[in-house]
């Protein structure tokens, strides 16, 4: 049977929340052009959410930041709500985060009231029309590519969802293994691995491990800046400027440590004292002003484990995903994607 052709749906953005983007899990390759790869901060709510739509994880969709954010679809469409708990609502009332949701077609959804974390993401069955650079539709406004959503914007999407309703949208509509992270302890615990500087850095083990780190203000994309106590590598002298990794610690002259994110420079002359674990990286992206954390140091095979048990739990939920929708006939994107995200193939 052929499939039946996508349907043409505009969404009327009535409210943009502080910081709403277009996303997806950015660039590949593109860093040999000295183009960050960005994308999603929180790479797994974003990936999870495209999986719960049955669209591939690199998919674009829209990452959410503060505020409240409300739009109304023109048809019926298929959508999923992840990234920190928030009160999502769908023609006023209450659907559950982490689940897929059935939205008539005229009928407002808001998303509001997050707690816990920074950011939420919304995936739609199909897909967004959205401008592409270098292939991706992440922002790099440094590039004049800002991506960013504005009241009274209308989006269109090429929706896949068909004939497929929600009596109780207040329920979830399958019973799905979601991993979903635990945002709630009032201390986050980071996993770290060395870096380059670690050894000639006497004493930044026992000090990362045993003190509270505050996320300052002035944080981004670019990365995290923390406030809390320091220490300078010794005897090192002029340092070359270098490539970094993703959720690489930096230590500038300044008694502040930075924690490189997706959108940072590609290269520094800071000395790097340790590097985030790919499977921290997500709840780095999660980190908003104010928010407290220490450290843990792990081993590189450790590190390596806790990323393969993060990827199974993903494969696993994209299987069931696919299991279900074929049994009850709603349309899925192409083959799954790469388990390695781009942009994480470095430290």
């Given at each position: ?23 997806d ?51 019926e469409?298929?959508?999923a ?6 009160e ?24 509001s ?10 995936a ?6 959205t ?8 922002p ?11 009241t ?18 207040g ?9 979903v992270?635990d ?13 380059p ?14 003190s ?31 490539g970094v ?66 990827q ?20 899925l ?15």
């Amino acid at each position: 049977m052929a499939a039946k052709p996508d349907q043409a749906v505009t969404l009327a953005i009535s409210e943009a929340g502080w910081l709403s983007t277009f996303q997806d899990l950015g660039r590949e390759d593109s860093e040999h052009m000295g183009v960050p790869c960005g994308g999603a901060a929180d790479q797994h709510s974003a990936a999870v959410a495209n999986i719960l739509v049955g669209n591939s994880r690199g998919a674009a969709l829209l990452e959410i930041m503060g505020g409240r954010f409300a739009f109304t679809p023109s048809q019926e469409i298929f959508i999923a709500v992840t990234g920190t708990p928030a009160e999502v609502t769908v023609g006023g009332i209450p659907v559950p985060l982490w689940q897929p949701v059935c939205v008539p077609a005229r009928t407002r959804v808001v998303i509001s009231k997050a707690t816990q974390g920074m950011r939420n993401y919304l995936a739609f069955s199909g897909e967004l029309d959205t401008p592409r650079f270098m292939g991706s539709a992440a922002p790099e406004s440094r590039m004049g590519f800002p991506q960013q959503l504005t009241t009274g914007q209308q989006v269109g999407l090429a929706s896949r969802y068909r004939g497929f309703s929600q009596p109780y949208l207040g329920q979830p509509l399958f019973r799905l293994p979601v991993p979903v992270p635990d945002l709630s302890p009032e201390v986050w615990t980071i996993d770290v691995v060395e870096g380059p500087e670690t050894e000639r850095t006497p004493g930044i083990r026992e000090l990362l491990s045993s003190s509270i780190y505050t996320v300052g203000g002035k944080s981004n994309h670019v990365g995290l800046r923390l406030d809390g106590p320091v220490i300078h590598p010794t005897g090192l002298g002029e340092i070359v400027s270098h490539g970094v990794p993703i959720g690489a610690f930096e230590i500038p002259h300044g008694d502040e440590l930075i924690i490189l994110g997706r959108s940072r420079t590609l290269t520094a002359g800071y000395p790097i004292v340790a590097v985030a674990t790919k499977a921290s990286l997500p709840l780095l992206g999660q980190a908003s002003p104010g928010r407290k954390m220490t450290f843990r140091w792990i081993s590189h095979a450790a590190a390596v484990e806790h990323l393969r048990e993060q990827q199974r739990l993903l494969g696993q939920l994209e299987d069931r995903v696919h299991n279900l929708f074929a049994a009850v006939g709603l349309p899925l994107a192409h083959e799954a994607d790469p388990v390695t995200p781009p942009g994480t193939r470095a430290a």
